[in-house]
Nanobody, 118 residues
């Protein structure tokens, strides 16, 4: 069974950077879109960034200019480079891959905690 594993979370001071990784255990990355989502305590999960199989990117307004999503199909991996982090970026970050990220289903990772201190 294919799984997604996220890594790279941690504790960082405001203004700092982190790079999250999402790696699939099987060779399914190439044909699917990938998204990064986050969920803060007491809040709903929200979309952070997406990248299609062809490399088109979209970002939530709250992270535009600070976060960069990328993918390396040869490594079955995707990434989220997060710069100029703010305390409000604190959340559990999840990656998802699917043919259609907006449809039910898809494959989710287990999440990685990002904590930004002020």
């Amino acid at each position: 069974q294919v799984q997604l594993v996220e890594s790279g979370g941690g504790l960082v001071q405001a203004g700092g950077s982190l790079r999250l990784s999402c790696t699939a255990s099987g060779n399914i990355f190439r044909v699917n879109a990938m998204g990064w989502y986050r969920q803060a305590p007491g809040k709903q999960r929200e979309l952070v960034a997406t990248i299609t199989s062809s490399g088109s990117r979209n970002y939530a307004d709250s992270v535009k200019g600070r976060f960069t999503i990328s993918r390396d199909n040869a490594k079955n991996s995707g990434y989220l480079q997060m710069n100029s982090l703010k305390p409000e970026d604190t959340a559990v970050y999840y990656c998802k891959i699917a043919a259609n990220l907006g449809a039910p289903g898809g494959l989710w990772g287990q999440g990685t905690q990002v904590t930004v201190s002020s």
